[in-house]
């Protein structure tokens, strides 16, 4: 069991960095940053709902749930239909929430307006604190079609198959939990600090809140669009079906480096903007000639 515990873990590590579970973490930071609200747990809450649903089915095959095992290759393709759609929509809906707010920052003065407003609403009304994110995460968690979620199933299947007792294994997906929770909110914390230094004020936070903004957009549509070419899949053919199987298959990978780009700009930003405090010094300092 110990061997099967340390997989878990490792299984929650490696599915947090995701790149919908990035994308959707980083862009929920942005808006609840940007509306002044506390979004440090917003990764915490998100990964709390989704590891909900690996909770209840691996409680359901670990405590010998017969109908479910036996179904639940249609379990996890219905559910991948579900997930999928819910992380498009959500992703679609914060890409848009950011492109109004990218308008309103690049254009001083000027309110937004038109279609991207009206896409923004149903966001301002789901997400307005960082438990919300549960239940965007809990509907994320309905996608499982993921390779460590299957295989956590495995080892819970596999644990109940070699007479390991049912309550024993639930540590299973509690492990899980814990190394999913941990990167997730290690992600939301970063990401809130380096939102929070761009609101300030600053020419130079202007510009980095700015680029951003438009960054943290541009990560929702992209990994909105490789979902939904994953989900269509064969349906436009199988070059289009080898791109998705690639970018499935370097999922997490996507998602370290959205994390890494990100908090590389913010180091950036900071670097810049000291350099520029230390060159006005240097010139005020300077007797007249």
Not at 14 to 28: E, L, V
Not at 56 to 72: D, I, K, N, W
Not at 253 to 272: D, E, F, N, P, V
């Amino acid at each position: 069991l110990l061997g099967m515990a340390g997989l878990a873990w490792l299984f929650g590590l490696r599915h947090a960095m995701d790149a919908d579970h990035i994308a959707a973490i980083d862009n929920a930071v942005r808006r609840l940053a940007g509306r002044g609200r506390a979004a440090s747990l917003t990764g915490l809450f998100f990964s709390l709902g989704h590891s909900s649903v690996v909770v209840l089915l691996a409680a359901a095959v670990s405590f010998g749930a017969g109908a479910l095992r036996g179904h639940l290759d249609a379990v996890t393709r219905d559910g991948a239909w579900i997930g999928t759609i819910v992380s498009v929509g959500f992703l679609a809906l914060i890409a848009g929430a950011n492109l109004v707010a990218l308008r309103a920052e690049t254009r001083d003065g000027a309110a937004p307006g038109g279609v991207l407003s009206w896409l923004a609403r149903p966001l301002f009304r789901l997400v307005r604190r960082s438990r919300d994110m549960y239940a965007i995460g809990f509907l994320f968690g309905l996608g499982f079609d993921t390779a460590t979620e299957i295989g956590l199933l495995a080892l819970s299947a596999a644990g109940t198959a070699h007479g390991i007792a049912a309550w024993r294994l639930m540590a299973l997906p509690a492990l899980f939990t814990a190394g999913m929770s941990l990167v997730d909110t290690a992600d939301s914390a970063l990401m809130t600090r380096a939102y929070g230094w761009a609101l300030r004020d600053g020419r130079a936070r202007r510009r980095y809140n700015v680029t951003l903004t438009a960054v943290s957009a541009a990560i929702a549509v992209v990994v909105g669009g490789a979902e939904l070419l994953g989900l269509a899949g064969d349906g436009f053919g199988t070059g289009a079906a080898r791109v998705a199987a690639m970018l499935d298959a370097h999922w997490s990978g996507l998602g370290m480096i959205i994390t890494l780009m990100l908090a590389g700009l913010w180091l950036a930003a900071i670097r810049r903007g000291r350099a520029g405090r230390i060159a006005e010094r240097a010139s005020s300092a300077a007797p007249p000639g």
